[in-house]
């Protein structure tokens, strides 16, 4: 039996990869594509997909998820600008109504792998910091990607602690040692033409450095992630909870 699935966001760049990607595959059905100005509920009711999956915008997530959830119906999200008060929010829905969700910061088994990587390379070199580069069209920064790999590698460290700042450290210009993320891990977001999505972690030893790096030069890079998501669809469903991070599939 196919799984059906719903696409928020058709008509984006990557809304358009989904799209195809989900048409190419046999045991998948594509049975709604929705865009700004659409009625989403409406076509959740009247075509009962199994999946919607979203790569919409930051403000209009949120309100996709609970359609979704509200209806029976997976939410597999690849929209960053979600924050962890609304990730929490999301783990209620699902609870609430019974039935699972995925939100994943990257879909690009590569960057999952990368993630991975920098958790590990942590437990014996606690310093590290974060540049993630995207294209000059991405809203938020910095990149879910790059959040959470700040918590994996704080995660990581097991307790080493990092290296701190001499006394008397300062900016003279502001932001110029990056965001802090999870554990003040610094984190330092590029947007320029020319990058679909990178990132590359750096850590710093005793007369070492070690670099981790991901580049996804082709959005095509992150479909076969949709379609693995997708096809956990219906496992999602009956666990009833929220899944964050791609890596819990693999």
Known sequence: MSITVAVAGAKGRMGQEVVAAVQAEPDLRLVAQVDLGDDL??????????ALVDFTVPEA??????????????????????????????????????????IAPNFAIGAVLM?????????YLPDAEIIEMHHEKKLDAP??????TAEMIAQ??????????????FEKIPGARGGKGVGDVPVHSVRLPGFVASQEVIFGGLGQ??????????????????????RHAPALAAGGEL???????L
């Open 115 to 123: 993630m991975r990587f920098a958790q590990e390379a942590a437990k």
């Open 243 to 249: 899944v964050y991070g791609l890596e819990n599939l």
């Open 156 to 169: 990581g460290r097991a307790g080493a602690t990092p290296t701190a700042l001499p006394a008397g450290a």
């Open 41 to 50: 509920v409406r076509a959740l009711e009247e075509t009962r997909p199994a």
């Open 209 to 230: 450095t070690l670099s981790i790096r991901h580049d996804s030069r082709d959005r095509k890079s992150f479909m076969p992630g949709v379609i693995l998501a997708v």
């Open 61 to 102: 997530v949120l309100g996709n998820i609970e359609a979704a959830l509200a209806h029976g119906v997976v939410p597999i999200v690849g929209t960053t600008g979600l924050s962890p008060q609304d990730v929490e929010h999301v783990r209620g829905l699902c609870r609430r109504h019974g039935v699972g969700a995925l």
């Open 143 to 148: 990149s879910g990607t790059a959040a959470k």
